[in-house]
């Protein structure tokens, strides 16, 4: 039996003053995202349970079983978000996030790991120095695994959606203390819902990663997800993830 855990980003109210890790997109026509998030992680866990997913499963001889960090609008800590894959030594942790941009011109589907060395006190993109401790254990399949989920949005948004793209980068040595190039897609920053640590992944070996599934400020993007046709949209989206969520698990 194969374990994924979902996390709908955010949650709840902002209990911390200025904390910036609740930062909570809004839709251009004014949807939260913590409602999507919690909305898409449900509709990924039926698929999972009883949709293509669990068809898929099956084709694969695979038994998956689906928890969610949160089944309503609360706020949970990173703590106890990735208390729920130690509980559960969960295979995959997979937290879902929706992207703004203050500009509200920025586009695309990108998916985060963990860095490969943390950089105490700066939240900066990039592997990191190598010298500053902390170090992400499963880089290469987190990569891996937010690679395979990145590139099932995608194909599953641009079938939807001509305008959407990947978010692609690559760090170099000079500014990140290594080279590094992750697949298309994916980007790499000190996450504390990622981290190790907090995933006890020293243990499980947990593949971790974060998807921002697009810029809901975009109208084109607000219409596809909370638009007349919005249900369709959601489905297919989830759908393709949860897919992707059972090849990986």
């Not at 998030?37 to 099956?58: F, M």
């Not at 559960?88 to 790991?113: K, M, P, Q, V, Y």
């Not at 593949?207 to 369709?232: K, Q, T, Y």
Request: charged content about 20%; some cysteine.
């Amino acid at each position: 039996m194969s374990v994924i855990v979902i996390d709908p980003g955010h949650g709840g109210t902002k209990t911390i003053p200025n904390d910036s890790s609740w930062n909570n997109a809004v839709s251009a026509s004014g949807v939260r995202e913590k409602d999507l998030t919690l909305d898409l992680a449900k509709r990924i866990r039926w698929s999972v349970q009883a949709g293509s997913g669990k068809a898929r499963a099956d084709a694969l001889g695979k038994q998956i079983s689906v928890v969610l960090t949160r089944e309503s609008d609360v706020n949970l800590s990173f703590k106890a978000r990735g208390g729920f894959v130690v509980q559960h030594r969960a295979d995959l942790f997979l937290s879902l996030h929706f992207n703004a941009s203050d500009t509200h011109t920025a586009r695309g589907t990108e998916g985060w790991i963990d860095r490969t060395y943390a950089q105490h006190g700066l939240d900066a993109e990039g592997p990191g120095r190598p010298a500053s401790g902390l170090r992400n254990l499963n880089v290469a399949a987190d990569a891996a695994f937010a690679g395979a989920i990145v590139q099932a949005t995608f194909a599953a948004l641009h079938a939807l959606d001509p305008g959407a793209v990947l978010r692609s980068t690559a760090y170099d040595a000079a500014s990140n203390g290594e080279a590094y190039t992750p697949p298309a897609g994916v980007k790499m920053k000190g996450l504390g819902v990622l981290r190790d640590a907090t995933l006890g992944t020293a243990a499980n070996r947990c593949r971790a990663a974060l998807l921002e599934v697009e810029f809901i400020d975009i109208r084109a993007v607000d219409r596809l997800w909370c638009g007349p046709n919005a249900a369709a949209a959601r489905n297919a989206v989830a759908s393709a993830i949860a897919v992707s969520l059972v090849e990986t698990a």
